[in-house]
């Protein structure tokens, strides 16, 4: 049996949030709440859609399906426009969203829905691409692949082509991640560069090999998520795609263990642990317990290594959660942001990463150990 005080107290973390929020107000977007702007359209609410979406699945309660619903309806009008959202921004982050109209028409079959999901597929059709047939991460990031845009794209884009599309675009999206392993992977540790710039304009672009300096956690998890997310996604009858990608993500798990520190947690920059300011953050620990549960859950991964999962997980709540003197519950140690370009200082420095603000309550720490939770809940139930 796991920590029963833990459990109980992410439930009611998560319904603190849901009842505070809606789509104008969502409590768990910091960037938003800081900069005092309207809701947009965004991946940070996408990711916790996903997370409330697995909570739905796994509890069978039909307030959390009922939240999503009306937390989705502040943007998808009934005629399946989005409100706030441009395909012309060919932002890869605004595609991660795209995952829950999928499950929204499948559980409402709802039209709004489904032409909502076309949109945003639509813009995969005309996104800019590099030379080797990468998405741009962004417009405005032109020739720059990130590892985070896997995550936000691939896992839609697999599951539109496999369900609507008569798997048109399955091979493209699997050669993305082919494209990745050949251009951002270290060969010395087996981690991955947060980014590539294919022009090797950018100041952060290395001359050589095109890649940004530093391995940033975050977008290691990303990217493991994006490929556990995908492989759900994807055909078995794609035989040595579907292998290839099995193996990529076990590959990457094996080259993040040896930077797993004892408590269980990953430290922002994980390859450089005794870096001064450095610190123990949430949200790509978080991502890597989900991605490794889920993992496990669905048969990529050998058992044993959810025991690092859970250590993860754990190390994070035991570090990060707590009870505030007002009773409320509150999840520490989230890097707000981190990219790379726009502003000169986020140029992929070790002083970059170390820099951007730790915040609480920010859903890009506290989707993913949502989701991590609702994988616990499974293996508690099963076992």
């Given at each position: 049996m796991y920590n029963q005080q833990v459990m109980q107290q992410l439930s009611q973390y998560l319904d603190q949030l849901l009842e505070q929020s809606d789509a104008q107000h969502p409590a768990w977007n910091m960037e938003k709440i800081w900069q005092g702007t309207p809701n947009k359209w965004n991946y940070i609410d996408g990711c916790m859609m996903t997370a409330v979406l697995a909570m739905y699945r796994m509890t069978g309660e039909k307030r959390y399906l009922d939240f999503v619903q009306r937390f989705m309806d502040g943007f998808v009008q009934p005629d399946g426009s989005i409100q706030t959202y441009s395909v012309e921004e060919f932002n890869l982050d605004n595609v991660n969203p795209g995952k829950t109209l999928i499950a929204l028409y499948q559980s409402t079959g709802q039209e709004r829905?489904?032409?909502?999901?076309?949109?945003?597929?639509?813009?995969?059709?005309?996104?800019?691409?590099?030379?080797?047939?990468?998405?741009?991460?962004?417009?405005?990031?032109?020739?720059?692949?990130?590892?985070?845009?896997?995550?936000?794209?691939q896992p839609?884009?697999?599951?539109?082509?496999?369900?609507?599309?008569?798997?048109?675009?399955?091979?493209?999206?699997?050669?993305?991640?082919?494209?990745?392993?050949?251009?951002?992977?270290?060969?010395?540790?087996?981690?991955?560069?947060?980014?590539y710039d294919e022009s090797r304009s950018m100041d952060w672009a290395d001359p050589c090999i095109g890649c940004s300096p530093n391995i940033w956690?975050?977008?290691?998890?990303?990217?493991?998520?994006?490929?556990?997310?995908?492989?759900?996604?994807?055909?078995?009858?794609?035989?040595?795609?579907?292998?290839?990608?099995?193996?990529?993500?076990?590959?990457?798990?094996?080259?993040?263990?040896?930077?797993?520190?004892?408590?269980?947690?990953?430290?922002?920059?994980?390859a450089l642990p005794q870096q001064p300011g450095n610190y123990l953050e949430t949200s790509g620990t978080a991502l890597f317990a989900y991605g490794v549960l889920k993992g496990v859950r669905l048969g990529y991964l050998p058992s044993e290594t959810a025991q690092a999962a859970e250590k993860a997980f754990f190390g994070t709540t035991d570090r990060y959660l707590s009870i505030q003197p007002d009773g409320s519950i509150q999840l520490g140690g989230i890097c707000l942001v981190a990219g790379l370009g726009g502003p000169t200082r986020r140029n992929g420095s070790v002083e970059y990463y170390l820099s951007e603000p730790v915040v609480e309550n920010e859903a890009k720490g506290v989707a993913p150990l949502i989701l991590a939770f609702?994988?616990?809940?499974?293996?508690?139930?099963n076992e």
């Open positions: 829905y489904r032409k909502a999901m076309e949109l945003v597929r639509s813009q995969l059709e005309q996104q800019p691409r590099t030379k080797a047939g990468s998405f741009w991460h962004k417009k405005i990031y032109p020739h720059q692949v990130w590892l985070d845009g896997l995550y936000m794209a839609f884009y697999m599951q539109y082509e496999t369900l609507y599309n008569g798997k048109q675009g399955c091979l493209d999206s699997f050669k993305q991640f082919q494209t990745v392993h050949d251009r951002m992977r270290q060969p010395e540790t087996g981690l991955y560069y947060h980014g956690l975050r977008s290691l998890g990303w990217y493991l998520v994006g490929l556990v997310d995908t492989l759900e996604a994807m055909d078995e009858q794609m035989y040595y795609e579907y292998r290839w990608m099995k193996d990529e993500l076990l590959q990457l798990v094996k080259a993040m263990l040896p930077y797993q520190q004892p408590d269980g947690m990953f430290y922002q920059l994980p609702t994988e616990l809940l499974e293996r508690e139930r």
